[in-house]
């Protein structure tokens, strides 16, 4: 019977089409990864023991199910058996079952906390080191990947620890207990049972791990479907300009009847090894009937004796046969421990030093390259940047421009120490940010990105992400400072209007001004601009420069940009090629020069932009 419906034994085909590994992922070869997970659970004591002491009754009570059985078949259905005798004997049994009852839900309540418990705190730890992590990391590590394994591996892991590891420590239980309960009550044919098991087991073993694998290969192509479908609805502009409906509805029926098919081979073998389990265990419990009746016939047993023997028997090999499924989800398990503490195990290269270095006050705002050599980690034999030396003075407007790949985002990425030069040293305010805390650095840079980035918050929440202390009447300057009042005010919600993915709420050059405001907010020393305008149209252009216009007040301003209309105005134009400064001077002077800069003005004036470098 059935002890415990609310979580029983897992069967073979359920636990092997438990959650895949991540993309990529396989099962551990060993246990040890867990014991990361062991350590988050052991946080809570409390609900360990509980869970513990729920688990020892609940299988005990499960052991004592068949041995009331057989004193009520002993007791209670004799031909001599008095009203007291049944009443007696039904109600004991009454009695287990509630106990049963309350320690099941006990132990399913405690072990499920526990499951999203560690669950939630390893993700926090996850993403709390995932932040503190640069972005070179994430250019060798897709934060695709990283994704799967923040969702499908947890998944796995929660599954260990609120489902597995009690269905295992029960099922030991059990199987052990209810073994030697076989052994007390007929020796000779608990030695037939054990030699029955494994011929029970072995099938299960050898189809469910056909049936694991191809329930990956049909998790596989299920995952294929919405990557199918976020890529085709992602792009729907595109599909329907170039009418290309029927061809996606094609290609979406290829990838649908690929699921098909891995999920009919999936059933086939699942339908197969439930008939030939169900045939073993069946007829292993047949011929364990006819050997008891042979035993009662002889005098040898008793009815009640075969009657618990038959149910324990069943306990019995249910027990161990869920023991072997189980360990597999625990590799499985271990696996995905394994790849998140990965993520955890990461250290990030950009740290704080033991003692950093304060910035004098009050902020300066002077940053210096000397003699900087710096190569991306992911391309080492190509220098992004080759004996740079540049120094940019309080308040002055430097801008930096060059063809693509000349290493203008480079000098920003070193600026606010993303990454450290392989060769000099840049300076902030004179102390060299290897010397100074990386945050201390931040805190006086605010960024104006080409692309705005936006949350999938409200317009508040994405306005004071560069001061989260601001106040609503602060929030309101900078956004009319960044030409952003108006459109704001006119939002549903005002200024607690949600946004959408990315801010798809508002047009581009909406979305700049508001990362103008952001930037103001900030009230950062530096300012970094990074093609703010390249994208917008000429009335979007004209805002967003005039609030840029503003920003720059009194800020030292490094500005990349490949419309050379926006930079005419620059206190100072640095000329970069292939990683090397070329040129300095003022938008006359290079424009005499007759060089690279010369050469790029030529492309984009004829007294008016004409096209972009």
């Known amino acids: 019977m059935a002890a415990e419906p609310a979580e029983s034994a897992p069967s073979a085909p359920d636990t092997a089409e438990s959650p895949a590994p991540a993309a990529g992922g396989k099962p551990a070869r060993s246990l040890g990864p867990l014991r990361m997970v062991w350590g988050l659970a052991a946080h809570y004591p409390r609900q360990v023991a509980l869970a513990l002491l729920a688990l020892l009754a609940s299988s005990s009570a499960t052991i004592a199910i068949p041995m009331r059985f057989k004193a009520i078949v002993d007791q209670a259905f004799g031909p001599g058996a008095h009203m007291g005798d049944i009443a007696g004997a039904f109600q004991l049994m009454l009695v287990i079952v509630v106990i049963l009852g309350l320690a099941t839900a006990t132990r399913f309540y405690c072990v499920s906390w526990l499951g999203e418990r560690v669950v939630a705190d390893l993700r926090e730890k996850v993403q709390a080191n995932l932040l503190r992590l640069p972005p070179s990391f994430f250019e060798a590590n897709s934060p695709k990947e990283i994704s799967s394994r923040m969702t499908s591996d947890t998944a796995l892991i ?3 620890v609120g489902t597995t590891v009690s269905i295992a420590l029960r099922n030991m239980i059990t199987g052990i207990g209810g073994t030697a309960y076989l052994f007390f009550l007929a020796p000779k044919l608990t030695l037939q049972l054990l030699v029955a098991i494994p011929l029970i087991v072995l099938p299960i073993v050898v189809f469910g791990r056909r049936l694991s694998k191809a329930s990956r290969t049909s998790q596989d192509t299920i995952a294929d479907i919405g990557a199918s479908v976020t890529e085709t609805l992602g792009a729907i502009r595109v599909v329907q300009s170039f009418n290309q409906e029927e061809r996606e509805t094609a290609r979406f029926h290829a990838t649908v009847d690929r699921t098909f098919q891995a999920a009919r081979r999936r059933i086939a073998i699942r339908a197969v090894m439930t008939a030939v389990v169900t045939m073993l265990v069946f007829g292993s419990i047949t011929g364990l009937l006819w050997q008891g009746a042979i035993g009662v016939a002889t005098g040898q047993i008793s009815g009640g004796t075969i009657a618990a023997f038959v149910v324990t028997g069943g306990l019995v090999a249910g027990a161990f046969g869920a023991l072997t499924e189980v360990y597999g989800d625990l590799l499985r398990g271990a696996g995905a421990a394994s790849r998140l503490n990965e993520l955890l195990a990461e250290r990030p290269a950009i740290a704080a030093p033991a003692r950093p270095i304060a910035l004098p006050e009050p902020a300066r705002g002077q940053i210096a390259f000397d003699r900087v050599t710096f190569r991306y980690p992911t ?14 003075d309080p308040g002055e407007t430097v801008a930096i421009v060059g063809p693509s790949g000349a290493g203008k985002s480079t000098i920003f990425q070193l600026a606010q120490r993303f990454y450290d030069p392989q060769g000099g040293t840049v300076r902030l305010d004179g102390v060299a940010l290897p010397s100074a805390d990386p945050d201390a650095v931040r805190r006086r840079i605010a960024l104006v990105p080409q692309e705005a980035v936006l949350f999938a918050a409200s317009a508040r929440d994405n306005l004071r992400y560069g001061n989260w202390e601001a106040s609503d009447e602060q929030i309101w300057q900078a956004a009319r400072a960044a030409n952003a009042e108006q459109f704001l005010r006119d939002l549903p919600e005002g200024l607690d209007t949600f946004l959408g993915d990315n801010g ?11 990362a103008i405001a952001r930037a103001l907010l900030r009230d950062a020393p530096i300012l970094l601009l990074d093609e703010a305008t390249s994208a917008l149209d000429s009335e979007s252009e004209r805002l967003v420069q005039d609030a840029l216009d503003r920003l ?6 490094l500005v990349i940009a490949h419309r050379l209309a926006t930079v005419r105005q620059a206190d100072r134009i640095v000329v970069m090629d292939k990683g090397r400064i070329v040129e300095q ?4 002077e290079l424009s005499r020069l007759g060089g690279l800069y010369a050469r790029l003005a030529s492309l984009q004036f004829d007294d008016r932009l004409v096209a972009e470098v």
């Open 585 to 588: 001077g003022t938008h006359e």
């Open 504 to 514: 798809s709420r508002l047009s581009g050059g909406q979305r700049q001004r508001v």
């Open 379 to 392: 391309r080492p034999d190509q220098p992004a940047l080759s004996e740079i030396t540049l120094k940019v």
């Open 552 to 557: 720059m007040a009194s800020r030292t301003t």
């Open 158 to 160: 929660e599954v260990v």
